[in-house]
């Protein structure tokens, strides 16, 4: 991609080279967005689907044993509930989450998150949503951890961008950038806690009205 004339006469020439690599750097996320569209579709076809068509194959064929029937039709429904939530589980959670998901507003990280909580108790066999101390802990120190990090990249940033340099902007900006992934990263155990406090109450309430 050529840059014009016009425009490079706005710019400083020590800015040329890396204004050069950013419009280079552009250009071929553009050329490299439809071979990656088309990637993920066919992962989507032969690797997410697959397993589905399989068992369906499978069931077609194990009409004469009721017992193998009924097990792959639980397998089925198991897989296109993976499908749809992302969720890979077992059956007694799978039905902990469809009947929490009945007020319409959980989304599928959502419910993901919930899923993380769910143990299945030896003596009934039903899953309970269970949030322990060390689960809080974690929380909270994926606040201050994430945080600090967030900090640190901004810290970064403004001292390499107090130096006036493209190549310390950029460097500074891109540290920043890096520090914000990670630290969204490390946050994440805490939105998994506060997703899972929330069930808990929409579950108390539920048994209260009930």
Same mark, same amino acid.
């Given at each position: 991609?050529? %840059?014009?004339?016009?425009? $490079?006469?706005? %710019?400083?020439?020590?800015?040329?080279?890396?204004?050069?690599?950013?419009?280079?750097? !552009?250009?071929?996320?553009?050329?490299?967005?439809?071979?990656?569209?088309?990637? $993920?579709?066919?992962?989507?076809?032969? !690797?997410?689907? =697959?397993?589905?068509?399989?068992?369906?194959?499978?069931?077609?064929?194990?009409?004469?044993?009721?017992?193998?029937?009924? #097990?792959?039709?639980?397998?089925?429904?198991?897989?296109?509930?993976?499908?749809?939530?992302?969720?890979?589980?077992?059956?007694?959670?799978?039905?902990?989450?469809?009947?929490?998901? =009945?007020?319409?507003?959980?989304? =599928?990280?959502?419910?993901?998150?919930?899923?993380?909580?769910?143990?299945?108790?030896?003596?009934?066999?039903?899953?309970?949503? %269970?949030?322990?101390?060390?689960?809080?802990?974690?929380? #909270?120190?994926?606040?201050?951890?994430?945080?600090? !990090?967030?900090?640190?990249?901004?810290?970064?940033?403004?001292?390499?961008?107090?130096?006036?340099?493209?190549?310390?902007? %950029?460097?500074?900006?891109?540290?920043?950038?890096?520090? $914000? $992934?990670?630290?969204? !990263?490390?946050?994440?155990?805490?939105?998994?806690?506060?997703?899972?406090?929330?069930?808990?109450?929409?579950?108390? =309430?539920?048994?209260?009205?009930?």
């Amino acid at each position: 991609m050529e %840059i014009p004339q016009q425009l $490079l006469a706005f %710019i400083d020439v020590k800015y040329v080279p890396a204004f050069t690599v950013a419009v280079t750097l !552009f250009s071929l996320l553009l050329k490299l967005a439809a071979p990656l569209l088309s990637a $993920l579709e066919a992962h989507d076809k032969h !690797f997410v689907r =697959k397993p589905m068509e399989r068992l369906k194959a499978l069931r077609s064929s194990a009409a004469k044993n009721p017992d193998l029937s009924q #097990y792959l039709e639980s397998s089925i429904e198991l897989e296109a509930f993976r499908i749809a939530s992302g969720i890979n589980t077992s059956r007694a959670k799978m039905e902990f989450l469809l009947a929490l998901n =009945k007020d319409g507003t959980w989304t =599928k990280p959502q419910l993901r998150s919930v899923c993380r909580h769910l143990e299945v108790a030896d003596d009934d066999g039903k899953p309970k949503l %269970i949030i322990r101390g060390f689960d809080k802990f974690v929380a #909270y120190w994926s606040v201050s951890a994430s945080t600090s !990090f967030a900090l640190f990249g901004a810290t970064v940033f403004t001292l390499l961008a107090a130096q006036s340099s493209v190549i310390s902007f %950029i460097t500074g900006a891109g540290t920043f950038v890096v520090c $914000l $992934l990670f630290a969204r !990263f490390i946050l994440s155990d805490y939105i998994h806690y506060k997703i899972a406090r929330r069930a808990q109450a929409v579950l108390a =309430k539920q048994q209260g009205d009930a």
